[in-house]
């Protein structure tokens, strides 16, 4: 079955021209099990889908197969059973037959004309000019449903390593960090993987700069720990921060990786991407 034969999934919009350009969309099996852990036991995320009375979920980008969307479908169940996901790729060529509540379509960043209550748009902008975040982000923003969310971020190509920035409506609200706690050896090692927004802002006057050195910092304060392993040495390193007054956002559990999750106002560029 080719591209031009799928029905289109409900809501979609016909004649709509794509926004965005073509990228490599490489892309891996379970490569974005971090950002899917986090996603599915966060608050506000949980609250929104929960709230929602079209549960739509967009995967914007996902590549040359489609294997991290149902991924992604399949970890929502545990917040939406009755959650309906919509792969987005710009490529004809990559869109594919869908099932088990999971379609696809020809899309960009114009959202192929969904009103989603959330996207996920990873590994996406990274391969574009840090000019172009700005009005990406707009455009999603605009497609969304009322109280709708957006992930949007990079990973490494194993998924060891990942950043993303969680958005609302009218702005960004919060930066997260989450490391496989055995693939890195200082926590600023994840700046190779921060989001566009950010990446190019690992200076010296920047405002994520100050951040990662801090948290270096007292990830080295929290040495001793590390007899008990990466995990035990992170979770004194977060209680460190917190003492020094950086806003770092609680875990509602113990989970297999080392995350930092705070405020976007704290890492925002000095010259905003917005």
């Not at 079955?1 to 350009?21: D, E, F, W, Y």
């Not at 852990?37 to 590549?63: E, F, H, I, K, Q």
């Not at 004809?92 to 996920?120: D, I, K, M, T």
Request: charged share 25%; with cysteine.
């Amino acid at each position: 079955m080719t591209s031009a034969t799928l029905r289109r999934p409900r809501g979609a919009q016909a004649g709509l021209t794509p926004r965005g350009v073509i990228t490599r969309g490489t892309t891996g099996i379970n490569r974005l099990r971090r950002s899917d852990r986090w996603l599915v036991n966060d608050a506000l995320v949980r609250r929104t889908l929960g709230d929602s009375a079209d549960p739509l979920v967009v995967d914007l980008g996902y590549g040359n197969r489609p294997h991290t969307t149902f991924e992604l479908a399949d970890r929502l169940l545990s917040v939406r059973r009755d959650r309906r996901v919509v792969g987005l790729e710009i490529d004809p060529e990559r869109v594919v037959e869908g099932g088990n509540g999971v379609s696809f379509a020809r899309g960009g960043f114009e959202l192929s004309g969904l009103r989603p209550v959330f996207v996920r748009a990873f590994n996406v902008l990274r391969q574009y000019p840090e000019e172009s975040v700005g009005p990406a982000w707009a455009l999603m923003q605009s497609g969304l449903a009322p109280g709708g969310l957006i992930l949007e971020g990079t990973c490494d190509e194993l998924g060891r390593r990942c950043a993303w920035v969680l958005l609302d409506a009218t702005r960004p609200l919060s930066l997260t960090l989450a490391w496989d706690p055995f693939d890195v050896e200082t926590p600023s090692d994840i700046a190779e993987r921060l989001p566009k927004a950010l990446i190019h802002r690992n200076v010296p006057g920047e405002p994520i700069h100050a951040l990662l050195a801090a948290v270096d910092r007292a990830w080295a304060i929290a040495a001793p720990h590390g007899s008990f392993g990466p995990r035990v040495r992170w979770r004194a390193s977060l209680q460190l921060l917190r003492a020094q007054g950086v806003p770092v956002q609680p875990q509602r559990r113990r989970i297999r990786d080392n995350v930092l999750t705070v405020p976007w106002d704290l890492v925002a560029p000095a010259q905003s991407p917005r």
